[in-house]
């Protein structure tokens, strides 16, 4: 392949070379005919044909060998110019396993990921149940009321899916997907309904819930001023479902109808035990 590529080089330095040797040969020649005139006379032989021919086959000889010479020292500069073969598959091979190495460092950067990821999540997850235990709760009560709260938080996002592709939102299947929405944005409104009274309050305790609702201030001449309720008690249910905040408290009475009595249960402030009262539908008097 290298006498390929440097043919045209090296037909040039063979015709020089020719050249050189005819233009050799031809003073060989002029000189030895010179000679024999001045010597013809005395050396006949000296002018014999036999004579110059080998002086040409020795001119000959000697530019062949040069000649070889160049076309070693051609191949030698190739050989030093060009890559070598198996060196560039060494180098491709090198460059395949920098590749390999690459690939190998990012999905190890990529399980590390997920690892941390999921040690937060674990982390996360026995924190909860620690805190559940803390509040009352056996270790496997609490893993399988975590266990529900995931379940809560899916469910909730189907629900606000399905509700957000549908077309029709004012359908009974739109309001109902809304009034789930609401309930399950909290799961304290799902544990309420699903737990014990007794493991509900455990519940909020663990989390720091509220239990009830406190009164913080009311107007006077209002239904709860004039139920005897004053700052400082506390407002455990209305009609039966629990509150925890004034949110709870102003949408439980919007929902009962006008013209009846509301069952309200409260603990009064500096009291142990609670009692129960009745109240006249519609807004109470409260502040927060």
């Excluded at 001119?59 to 070889?68: D, F, P, R, V, Y």
């Amino acid at each position: 392949m290298n006498l390929y590529k440097h043919a045209l080089p090296v037909a040039a330095l063979s015709l020089v070379l020719a050249v050189a040797a005819v233009a050799h040969w031809s003073n060989t020649e002029t000189r030895t005919a010179g000679q024999s005139l001045f010597a013809s006379e005395s050396n006949p032989a000296a002018t014999d044909l036999t004579t110059r021919v080998k002086t040409l086959e020795q001119t000959l000889s000697e530019t062949l060998k040069i000649q070889h010479q160049l076309l070693e020292l051609v191949n030698e500069l190739s050989r030093r110019l060009e890559p070598d073969p198996e060196h560039g598959e060494i180098r491709n091979a090198a460059l395949d396993m920098a590749g390999e190495r690459n690939e190998i460092d990012r999905h190890r950067s990529r399980t590390q990921a997920t690892s941390q990821h999921e040690n937060r999540f674990t982390r996360m997850r026995e924190n909860q149940i620690r805190q559940l235990t803390d509040a009352g709760f056996s270790p496997e009560r609490a893993a399988a009321i975590i266990d529900q709260q995931e379940r809560i938080q899916h469910e909730q996002m189907q629900f606000t899916y399905e509700y957000h592709h549908l077309e029709d939102k004012q359908s009974d299947r739109g309001k109902a997907l809304q009034e789930k929405i609401h309930t399950y944005s909290n799961p304290q409104r799902v544990f309420e309904q699903e737990l014990s009274q007794e493991e509900f309050d455990l519940y909020l305790k663990a989390f720091g819930g509220r239990t009830e609702m406190e009164i913080g201030d009311l107007l006077e001449s209002t239904p709860a001023y004039e139920a005897g309720l004053r700052p400082g008690d506390k407002i455990i249910r209305y009609n039966n479902q629990r509150v925890f905040h004034m949110g709870d408290l102003r949408s439980q009475v919007y929902q009962v109808a006008p013209g009846t009595s509301v069952p309200v249960e409260i603990q009064r402030r500096g009291s142990s035990g609670s009692e129960t009262i009745y109240l006249p539908a519609g807004p109470l008097g409260i502040r927060g």
